[in-house]
T-cell receptor, first 111, second 110 residues
């Protein structure tokens, strides 16, 4: 079974803090994705990566950056957290153009 | 940018009923996904399809490429089917991320 894990299920941070969300997959997938999910807006793509050190902006990249130094790990970075970044963050991975496998999500609250 | 619309937004039905959830999209796609999300947040991929029909147990997914429309059907619904069902499309042929509908919140009452 493909397993996608995220570093935390719940996280509380203060405005202005630098926040790291980490995602690890164990199936040697090329592609990894970060989404955020908000009530009434659904899931939206923040960034994705199709190879080590490669990244592409999604629909809402502002305020975020990413890092992919190893194939299995994809990190989402909030350089200076703001209250409007309070959300559920979901990581996913896939082979080529195949099915996406999702992590359990991190519910981030920024105070 | 693709727009994905789902209907209905909310659906409450009795156990045993046949359920249909609809999804339409605005621009040609390379694949359409149906996902299930239970309370607590975990998302599971149910189907990925680019044409025709797929069946898995009591779940059936169909897609009509010409009409830009897909349906998810649940036969003999059960309370454990209660979840949010999300339609998502991939527009590009590469590693693009998905564009999601807002989901259908399904409740099956015993």
């Amino acid at each position: 079974d493909v397993k996608v894990t995220q570093s935390s299920r719940y996280l509380v941070k203060r405005t202005g803090e630098k926040v790291f969300l980490e995602c690890v997959q164990d199936m040697d997938h090329e592609n990894m994705f970060w989404y955020r999910q908000d009530p009434g807006l659904g899931l939206r793509l923040i960034y994705f990566s199709y190879d080590v050190k490669m990244k592409e902006k999604g629909d809402i990249p502002e305020g975020y950056s990413v890092s992919r130094e190893k194939k299995e790990r994809f990190s989402l970075i909030l350089e200076s957290a703001s209250t409007n970044q309070t959300s559920m963050y979901l990581c996913a991975s896939s082979l080529s153009v195949g099915e996406q496998f999702f992590g359990p999500g991190t519910r981030l609250t920024v105070l | 940018k693709n727009e994905v619309e789902q209907s209905p937004q909310n659906l409450t039905a009795q156990e045993g009923e046949f359920i249909t959830i609809n999804c339409s999209y605005s621009v040609g796609i390379s694949a359409l996904h149906w996902l299930q999300q239970h309370p607590g947040g975990g998302i599971v991929s149910l189907f990925m399809l680019s044409s025709g029909k797929k069946k898995h147990g009591r779940l059936i997914a169909t897609i009509n490429i010409q009409e830009k429309h897909s349906s998810l059907h649940i036969t003999a619904s059960h309370p454990r089917d209660s979840a949010v069902y999300i339609c998502a499309v991939r527009s590009g042929g590469g590693a693009d991320g998905l564009t999601f509908g807002k989901g259908t919140h399904l409740i099956i009452q015993p």
